[in-house]
């Protein structure tokens, strides 16, 4: 997302992906893509790390923390 916002166009963006993005897949990576701005992206991956670190502290509760984190994550998807 970032390199976009720099100019690169959305296709040399897709188009450089390594591992490369399967065709069947472009369309939807490129909406994504479109869809998430930087902020958003940028709260969706500390929430990734905080689930993943909050399930190595007690692995007990690993689906209720990764539960809350897909919920929040899905929560920032629908308002945008």
Same mark, same amino acid.
């Given at each position: 997302? #970032? /390199?976009?916002?720099?100019? !690169?166009?959305?296709?040399?963006?897709?188009?450089?992906? @390594?591992?490369? &993005?399967?065709?069947?897949? /472009? =369309? /939807?990576?490129?909406?994504? $893509? @479109? !869809?998430?701005?930087?902020? *958003?992206? =940028? !709260?969706?991956? !500390? @929430? &990734?790390?905080? #689930? &993943? +670190?909050?399930? @190595? /502290? *007690?692995?007990?509760?690993? $689906? +209720?923390?990764?539960?809350?984190?897909?919920?929040? &994550?899905?929560? $920032? #998807? +629908?308002?945008?």
């Amino acid at each position: 997302r #970032a /390199k976009m916002e720099e100019g !690169t166009s959305l296709d040399q963006l897709v188009n450089s992906a @390594r591992p490369p &993005i399967h065709f069947s897949r /472009k =369309a /939807k990576v490129q909406t994504q $893509i @479109r !869809t998430w701005s930087s902020g *958003n992206l =940028a !709260t969706a991956c !500390t @929430r &990734i790390y905080d #689930a &993943i +670190a909050q399930t @190595r /502290k *007690n692995a007990s509760l690993d $689906i +209720a923390h990764t539960r809350q984190a897909l919920l929040a &994550i899905a929560t $920032i #998807a +629908a308002r945008h």
